[in-house]
T-cell receptor, first 112, second 109 residues
C-alpha cells in the first residue's frame, strides 16, 4: 500500500515562529505537492516538486517555502507563521503523468 | 475566477435516491478530469477518472462535456456510506491538479 506520512496531525504555533511540516512517501513518486484546505475554498496548491531539488510555485506560495533534498521527503516551511496560515495542510504524491494523487492524512495547523 | 467551480450543497437525499453533482472548469486546455471523495476530517481519495465517452463504476457514472467544460457525477441507489464531500479535480497536463471546493452529500435513512 502506498503510504504518504505527514509528521504531525495537529500543531499549534505562535505568530512569528518558523514552522516545518514534513511529508514522506514510500512509493518512489517523482511528484510531491503541498496543498492547504480551507472551508469554502477547497484545496489550493502552495508548491509542488517534480524531482529532487526542483520546485515550482503553486497558486498561493506567499509566506511559504519548500525543500526537497531527497526524493521521498518534501518539507513545507512557514518562515514566520501568521494567523491567516491557520489551515489544514495536505501533502500528496504521484508518479509523473499519473492520474492518481495519494494524500497524507493532513496536518491541522493553528497559529495563535 | 476559480479554475473549478462546484455547487457546495449540501445535498440531503434519502437512501436509494439518485443524485447528480455538476462541476465546471475554466481552462479549455485541461487534460484530465477526476472525482475524489473526502470523508469528514480525512484526506481526499480518488473515486474515479472521467472520460469524454463517459464511464461507469458500479452505482457511479461520470461524464465529461469538453465543449461546455462541464463534468458530472451520478450516484444511483444512494447508500448511507456515500455520505461525504465529492471533489471535482482537473489536471492541466503539466502535473498541476486543481480542486473544486467540494459538494457535500448527506444520505439519510
Amino acid at each position: 500500500d502506498v503510504k504518504v506520512t505527514q509528521s504531525s496531525r495537529y500543531l499549534v504555533k505562535r505568530t512569528g515562529e518558523k514552522v516545518f511540516l514534513e511529508c514522506v512517501q514510500d512509493m518512489d513518486h517523482e511528484n510531491m505537492f503541498w496543498y492547504r484546505q480551507d472551508p469554502g475554498l477547497g484545496l489550493r496548491l502552495i508548491y509542488f516538486s517534480y524531482d529532487v531539488k526542483m520546485k515550482e510555485k503553486g497558486d498561493i506560495p506567499e509566506g511559504y517555502s519548500v525543500s526537497r533534498e531527497k526524493k521521498e521527503r518534501f518539507s513545507l516551511i512557514l518562515e514566520s507563521a501568521s494567523t491567516n496560515q491557520t489551515s489544514m495542510y495536505l501533502c500528496a504524491s504521484s508518479f509523473q503523468g499519473a492520474e492518481k494523487l495519494f494524500f497524507g492524512s493532513g496536518t491541522q495547523l493553528s497559529v495563535l | 475566477r476559480k479554475e473549478v467551480e462546484q455547487d457546495p450543497g449540501p445535498f440531503n437525499v434519502p437512501e436509494g435516491a439518485t443524485v447528480a453533482f455538476n462541476c465546471t472548469y475554466s481552462n479549455s486546455a485541461s487534460q484530465s478530469f477526476f472525482w475524489y471523495r473526502q470523508d469528514c476530517r480525512k484526506e481526499p481519495k480518488l473515486l474515479m477518472s472521467v472520460y469524454s465517452s463517459g464511464n461507469e463504476d458500479g452505482r457511479f457514472t461520470a461524464q465529461l462535456n469538453r465543449a461546455s467544460q462541464y463534468i458530472s457525477l451520478l450516484i444511483r441507489d444512494s447508500k448511507l456510506s456515500d455520505s461525504a464531500t465529492y471533489l471535482c479535480v482537473v489536471n492541466d497536463g503539466f502535473n498541476k491538479f486543481y480542486f473544486g471546493s467540494g459538494t457535500k452529500l448527506n444520505v439519510k435513512p
